[in-house]
């Protein structure tokens, strides 16, 4: 897949998550609903049967969503997700190319370098975006990735589609239109949310 303008993904989303926002305006979503897995796989940390599921739909060349992870999501992982209390679910909602091809070259690669490709985009957002091709190609060579095999990750439309139909599945069926938005046990949080809310969220769904 080309990244040029042509290739936008169905028009560009704007990027409405707001620093420091946190919202639970709208209707919660039943959490059977959200657990069902896209096509593509689920791409997740922490144990299957843990009592809370959070899911993060975030973009790779999303500011906030970068941000969230430097902040937040650390002291999540430290206090939450390592000490196997909740599952943590990353879905892409890619609102470009630059994010769109990101997420290709993470799903394209061996399933245990998902997460260290989606942490080095985060950690080096501002470096790689000022030339993504070549920035994300560099990324990739972290995960063993060649020239070919990272051209032809980002030729995959099956791969392209199903990051895509994830996305369009978030807007249409769980109104997700801000990134980052959360969903724990189907309770809904946008913006970057703060160590502290979500610690009111999840301590009382744990007992």
């Not at 997420?103 to 975006?129: G, H, N, S």
């Not at 769980?174 to 913006?191: C, M, Q, R, W, Y």
Request: proline content about 5%; some cysteine.
């Amino acid at each position: 897949m080309t990244i040029n303008r042509r290739t936008l993904i169905r028009g560009a989303v704007a990027i409405a998550g707001i620093a420091g926002l946190s919202r639970t305006s709208l209707a919660d979503i039943d959490p059977a609903k959200l657990n069902e897995p896209p096509a593509l796989g689920e791409m997740s940390m922490g144990p299957d049967d843990a009592k809370v599921t959070v899911i993060e739909y975030a973009s790779a060349s999303c500011p906030h969503c970068a941000n969230f992870y430097k902040t937040t999501f650390k002291e999540l992982k430290k206090d939450y997700i390592d000490t196997g209390k909740i599952r943590f679910v990353f879905r892409e909602f890619p609102h470009n190319d630059a994010a769109l091809a990101g997420f290709m070259i993470a799903r394209c690669a061996p399933k245990e370098k998902y997460f260290p490709l989606v942490d080095t985009m985060f950690e080096t957002q501002d470096a790689w975006l000022q030339s993504p091709r070549d920035g994300l190609f560099r990324i990739a060579q972290l995960a063993g990735f060649t020239q070919a095999s990272f051209d032809e990750c980002l030729k995959n439309e099956t791969v392209a589609k199903g990051i895509i139909a994830i996305r369009d599945r978030a807007e249409s069926e769980f109104e997700v239109h801000g990134i980052p938005s959360f969903f724990v046990n189907g309770k809904v949080l946008t913006g970057e949310t703060t160590i502290d809310k979500f610690k009111e969220i999840i301590d009382p769904l744990l007992t």
